[in-house]
């Protein structure tokens, strides 16, 4: 649990009810949250599936691993403890773009069980939704596209004795145990696995308000 240093500080509610901000909008505010290895097409299929919704008059943005780094994340690295506060951090933006009433699609690794269940607490805490997408690809297959050769890296470091903790090869990647939709992207395209999570949001009513 992430301690709260802050002292002095109010919860304050506004004038504007969350919805208030989905009658704005004409939808419900929601996160879905995509995992998998490096190289399994998460970021993709978020953009993928932005442009879908934008083009069908949805309000939807990406929040994506390497673009947080760049910015809000830009002091964290990849230790455990860099990760958890980096998903810690990305859940309750996301959270936040949630209750805004927009679809936040996140794109990050988040290898670790614990830290995207703490995520899903977050938003089941404020009442909102919460999709978890399991991008399943073999590591095999992650390996052969490898976009920024970091699992060449990352084996050659192992095979020098010297691992640097990338997921899948010298770190674990702990796969949702009960995800709200699995992703087989090795056999899909990226348009088909977008349709896939529309299917499913509409299908739960979340595109219709």
């Known amino acids: 649990m992430t301690e709260i240093r802050a ?17 704005l909008l004409k939808q419900r505010g929601v996160t879905i949250w995509f995992t998998g290895l490096s190289g399994s097409g998460k970021s ?25 780094r760049h910015g809000l994340n830009k002091n964290l690295g990849f230790s455990a403890a860099d990760r958890e506060e980096n998903i810690r951090r990305i859940g309750e933006v996301a959270r936040l773009f949630a209750d805004t009433g927009v679809i936040a699609l996140t794109s990050f ?13 977050i938003h089941q805490d404020s009442g909102l ?20 050769g970091l699992y060449v890296k990352a084996r050659a470091a192992l095979a020098s004795g010297k691992g640097i903790g ?17 992703l087989r992207n090795d056999q899909i395209t990226p348009q088909e696995a977008a ?4 299917n ?3 299908g739960n009513g979340l595109l219709n308000k």
């Open 166 to 182: 990338f997921t899948g090869i010298d770190d674990p990647y702990e796969a949702p145990l009960a995800p709200e939709l699995v």
């Open 195 to 198: 349709v896939q999570v529309i």
């Open 44 to 68: 993709t299929i978020a953009f993928t599936l932005e442009h879908a919704l934008v083009e069908r008059g949805h309000l939807a943005y990406v929040l994506d691993g390497d673009n947080v």
């Open 109 to 121: 690794i988040s290898p670790y069980r614990k830290d995207r269940d703490q995520a899903r607490k």
């Open 7 to 23: 002292t002095n500080i109010t919860w304050h509610e506004g004038h504007v009810t969350r919805p208030d901000r989905e009658k």
């Open 200 to 202: 499913y949001l509409e």
């Open 129 to 148: 939704p919460f999709i978890e997408v399991m991008v399943e690809v073999p590591i095999a297959v992650c390996e052969s596209r490898d976009p920024k």
